[in-house]
């Protein structure tokens, strides 16, 4: 199974994306965010607790908290930024991984800070700045393990 990649045009159809993955996720799920500084991983994010939220709930940045959580039902979800883990000294197993892992699903920003933490079964959501139009972004969609039959 291959990758797919979609153009979109502004932030509204980014936020479309994430709306229409939503109900795919269930408890265990880890989704992780790459791309450059303010490509729009947190915009991303944002937008599917929203959708699962069913309303405009406030989705802050996990810049300093490095993660937010978010207790729906019937799961959690941890949107981790790991930018400044090493700079803040703190170990992502005292940011509550382990409990993210069992009873949640994950959303993680710099998923490279993970190391031997990355999980297999994982969905990578790659985003790009556009060549040439500002409010455009490229998406990839790498799924591994079991994701590779659930994103048909
Ligand atoms: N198509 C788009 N998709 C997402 N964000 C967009 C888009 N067009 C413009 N933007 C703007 O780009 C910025 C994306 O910021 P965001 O915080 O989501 O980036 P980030 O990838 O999380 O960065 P960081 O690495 O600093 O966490 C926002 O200001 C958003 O309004
Ligand atoms: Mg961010």
């Not at 479309?16 to 939503?22: D, I, M, S, V, Y």
């Not at 969609?141 to 048909?152: C, F």
Request: hydrophobic share 40%; aromatic share 8%; with cysteine.
């Amino acid at each position: 199974m291959g990758t797919e990649t979609l153009i979109i045009e502004n932030e509204a159809a980014l936020a479309g994306l994430a709306a229409r993955l939503a109900p795919l996720l269930k408890k265990g799920d880890v989704l992780t965010l790459k791309g450059n500084l303010g490509a729009g991983k947190t915009a991303f994010a944002r937008a599917l607790i929203r959708t699962l939220a069913g309303r405009s709930e406030e989705v802050p940045s996990p810049t300093f908290t490095l993660v937010q959580v978010y207790d729906f039902a019937p799961f959690s979800v941890y949107h981790f930024d790991l930018y400044r883990l090493e700079e803040k000294e703190v170990d992502i197993l005292e940011l509550g991984w382990d409990d993210a892992r069992k009873d949640g699903v994950c959303l993680v920003e710099w998923p490279e800070r993970l190391g031997m933490l990355l999980p297999r079964d994982r969905l990578d959501i790659e985003i790009s700045f556009h060549k040439s139009k500002e409010t455009a972004r490229e998406i990839t969609l790498w799924p591994h393990g079991t994701w590779e039959d659930r994103l048909r």
